[in-house]
Structures are given as structure tokens and as C-alpha cells.
């Protein structure tokens, strides 16, 4: 039995698309805006609607924890809000400029997909805030997006009927004419598919399309346990998911908090943001000398944090970022850069060196692979 319990028409063009959270409703529309609605009575909250995007907001989706929602649009931006206040937390540019067509999370709420018009797919770090790895398709814009169950992959769906597997560090797995005609959504199964021998893990994957056909896939993928710089790089207290804060909490024998520290959604950042007061006030936790032992242990953490940011050598910042490379290339002027940086200062037209100022001969980007290692040495002898 179906039986209509509420219209809402605030919005003063098409709509695009709506999300759900725990107890809110999201639409985004043609009109530029996005409205928040209280799943109580469906009233919009005194904050809606919210205003930033410049021209049509294409899709809006919730954090699966429901304390972030992002919104993307034809400005070629995604827009990270609090749903709560309607704060503003990112703005974050799509590299190429392109219009924005689809984002979605991870399910550990620390990754974030943007899709653009001209093929472009970004993975964004969703609590730093930052670009983490950027690709592109060959041909038609990105309009679809799904991630498997446990976050190693996800797959992007194209308006050319394409359909291509990712790892969750931007490695392009597969892709292949899946439609004759685009690809309108895909999505994985939520049900948990038994692993294979020797790490193989399965998900279930449906697509869609305009050839009015629905297809359902198995995609297999190899479980890699080998450390990469990126997982390295998760040493750094500030890149911490709310799991690795978890597993920190267990080694310092503090696990009777994980539970706490999970319900607030405490990650890396707001780890080293507590202090005695939100310990006692927010957290809760009325033991003071459990208080007293976990803000000891975090200004251990503050302590490694700063010595070790002060170590690291000059040679191994990128000019650009002023970060640690993860993957250095070598440019036409002699210089390493972060590849991500390098590729999208020149995608902004900027045909000039970053260090010298002066026109690049070329523009090819040539691995580093000495650099590389030598970070990734320097890893392993000051991160344990």
C-alpha cells in the first residue's frame, strides 16, 4: 500500500536529486540551492536553504554517519557542509574547472568522489579536506558512482556507457562498454560476499543504463597487504580515520573508549583537538584519571607530530603543497613536485615553473622513482 504523506515545493527550478540521513532530507535543484527538511514533521530547518553554488547543484549525498553533506555543481565545485548549522566546511575545486556531475563517500566517511563533465574522477580526503588523487576517463561525462562495501573500490559510471573499477588509490582496475548507450547508476551490493583463496575478495554490482537494460556484475579484487607510502603517510595523527583513533585507543589500553570516541565520530584531527574540558563535557568521561591518562598520551601524540613535520628533509616537501610527497615527478625545470600538484597547476594553464617562474619547455612529468624510494626509507626509519 503507498500512500502520499507530504509534497514539498520550495524549490523554484527542476530538482535533481535527494539524500536521506538519520533525521534529515536533502534536495538540491536547478535553482542553485539545497534545502534541508526535518524528518519529524518535513519542515525546512531555520537554516535551510543553503547558498553557495553559483549555477545548478547536480547532487547532494550524506556521510554514511550523516555529519557531513556534500553538494557539487555545474561551477565545477563540491561543497562540504555541517547539515546542523549549514556551515560551510570545504569548498573544493574540480582541478580541471569542469562541471561536477556526481559525488559520493566512502562508507568510512573519510573518502570523497567527484565526477565531472569532462571525465575527470577526483578522490578527495574528506577530513583533511585535501585532493588526494586525481584521473579521468577516455571518453563522456562522469554521471554515476558507487563504492564497494568495505571502500577498496569504486566504480564510475559515464553518459558514453562506460563503466570503470578503481582501487581506493585512484588505480584504474577495469573499465569496458558496459550500455550501448550512458550509464545513468550503478551501485554494489550491500550483502557481504565471501572471500576467495589467496585474498580474492567478490562484490555484486548493478548498472544501469539508457539502452534500457540492467546488468549485474561480480567484480574480483586482489586484497594488496603491502604498506604503500599512502599507508605510511596514515601516521601522521591528522590523517587518522576514526578506525585507526580506534586501534590506537586499544594499543594504549584505552579500548573501554572506543565505543565513546566512535559515537562522536573522533578521527585524527579531532583527536588532537581535545582537551580536559570537551574530555569531561562532551565526551563524558567522568573518571579523572582517565581524562588525565588519555590527554597524556595525546600530547605524546602532538610531541611525535611536530618532531616529526621538523625532520622532515627539504628535499622530500613539494614545492607546491608544502607537504611530503607521495609521488614525486621530475619537471621540464629540473624541480620535483608532488604529481597531483604538478598535473593540476599546469591543467589551470599555468605553463610557467613553480619555482622559477619562467615558461616550462615541456610539459611532460617524468617519476622520480630515486626520491620515492628514499621517502619511503625515510618512512620506515622514523614512523615506527
Same mark, same amino acid.
Not at 589467496?198 to 574480483?220: E, P, Y
Given at each position: ?58 547532487? /547532494?549525498? &550524506? $556521510? +554514511?554517519? %550523516? ?5 557539487? !555543481?555545474?561551477? #565545477?565545485?563540491?561543497?562540504? @557542509? ?62 554515476? /558512482?558507487? &563504492? $564497494? +562495501?568495505? %571502500? ?5 559510471? !559515464?553518459?558514453? #556507457?562506460?563503466?570503470?573499477? @578503481? ?218
Amino acid at each position: 500500500m503507498v500512500k502520499l504523506i507530504y509534497t514539498l515545493a520550495d524549490h523554484g527550478d527542476d530538482i535533481n536529486c535527494c539524500a536521506f540521513s538519520s533525521s534529515l532530507l536533502a534536495t538540491c535543484s536547478l535553482d542553485k540551492t539545497i534545502r534541508l527538511y526535518s524528518l519529524s514533521d518535513f519542515t525546512e530547518v531555520p537554516h535551510s536553504p543553503l547558498k553557495f553554488h553559483t549555477y545548478a547543484v547536480h547532487c /547532494c549525498c &550524506f $556521510s +554514511p554517519s %550523516g555529519h557531513i553533506l556534500a553538494s557539487c !555543481s555545474t561551477d #565545477g565545485t563540491t561543497v562540504l @557542509w555541517n547539515p546542523h548549522s549549514g556551515q560551510t566546511l570545504s569548498v573544493m575545486e574540480q582541478p580541471s574547472g569542469s562541471p561536477v556531475r556526481v559525488c559520493r563517500f566512502s562508507p568510512d566517511s573519510t573518502c570523497l568522489v567527484s565526477g565531472a563533465a569532462d571525465g575527470t574522477v577526483v578522490l578527495w580526503n574528506a577530513q583533511s579536506y585535501k585532493l588526494y588523487r586525481c584521473g579521468s576517463v577516455k571518453d563522456g561525462s562522469l554521471v554515476a /558512482c558507487a &563504492f $564497494s +562495501p568495505n %571502500g577498496s573500490l569504486f566504480v564510475t559510471g !559515464s553518459s558514453c #556507457g562506460d563503466l570503470t573499477v @578503481w582501487d581506493d588509490k585512484m588505480r584504474c582496475l577495469h573499465s569496458e562498454k558496459a550500455h550501448d548507450l550512458g550509464i545513468t547508476c550503478c551501485d554494489f551490493s550491500s550483502q557481504p560476499v565471501s572471500d576467495g583463496e589467496q585474498g580474492l575478495q567478490f562484490f555484486r554490482l548493478a548498472s544501469c543504463g539508457q539502452d534500457c537494460q540492467i546488468k549485474i556484475w561480480v567484480v574480483s579484487f586482489t586484497h594488496i597487504s603491502a604498506r604503500s607510502t599512502e599507508d605510511q603517510l596514515k601516521h601522521f595523527t591528522e590523517d587518522w580515520s576514526e578506525d585507526d583513533v580506534s586501534e590506537w585507543l586499544c594499543a594504549q589500553d584505552l579500548k573501554d573508549l572506543v565505543g565513546i570516541f566512535k559515537m562522536n565520530n573522533i578521527d585524527g584531527r579531532e583527536l588532537l583537538n581535545l582537551t580536559k574540558e570537551s574530555l569531561a563535557d562532551d565526551l563524558k568521561i567522568e573518571s579523572l584519571g582517565l581524562r588525565s591518562k588519555v590527554l597524556r598520551k595525546i600530547e605524546e601524540l602532538r610531541t611525535k607530530e611536530k618532531t616529526l613535520s621538523s625532520e622532515i628533509p627539504d628535499e622530500f616537501i613539494c614545492p607546491i603543497t608544502r607537504e611530503l610527497m607521495q609521488d614525486p615527478v621530475i619537471a621540464s625545470d629540473g624541480y620535483s613536485y608532488e604529481k597531483e600538484a604538478m598535473e593540476n597547476w599546469i591543467s589551470k594553464k599555468k605553463r610557467t615553473s613553480p619555482m622559477t617562474n619562467l615558461v616550462l619547455p615541456s610539459v611532460v612529468l617524468t617519476p622520480n622513482r630515486t626520491l620515492k624510494m628514499a621517502i619511503n626509507r625515510w618512512l620506515e626509519t622514523h614512523q615506527k
